[in-house]
């Protein structure tokens, strides 16, 4: 009797330990991130008139609205260069096999070069360094050496079947 009770309350705690364990795997390992918490377009991707050159130009990217927000990986990865330059002020490039991800007008980098990092980990601050007209993120995907639409490739990320 008091042997089967014991055996009973071990099974019960391996059991606990295990679902447990599953649980916290899988809140700690997000697959799939959005780049910012809040997401809020305001420029698409596409020909538009550039609010600084006023020229016609291919927007690489899409805008979205931030205050000093963490800026986070989309998907597992690797940082693949960061740094400044006088576009996208400093930036963030993460490579995702084929994919690359891009995140600009930062105000600070978290992250080094060849840094791993995991979906929905801080890499950054967003901020309004490079061409700007105000604070940003600005968010790219390339897909082998072509920009392809963000947003296509976040929905087709989150909703497969579609
Ligand atoms: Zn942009």
Redo the contacts with the bound molecule.
Sequence with gaps: MKRSLFACSLLFTLLLCKTGFAIASDTTKKQISLPLINLRLT?GFGYRIHPITKQHDL?????LSARCDPVLSILKGRITDTGYNPVLGNYVRIGHGEFQSIY??LSQILVGRDEPVEAGQPIAVTGATGRVTGE?L???IKFKDRYINPLHFLSSLLLPEQ
């Excluded at 927007?59 to 805008?63: A, N, Q, V």
Aim: hydrophobic share 15%; glycine share 16%.
């Design positions: 420029s927007h690489k990217g899409i805008d600009g007008h940003h600005h968010f790219s």
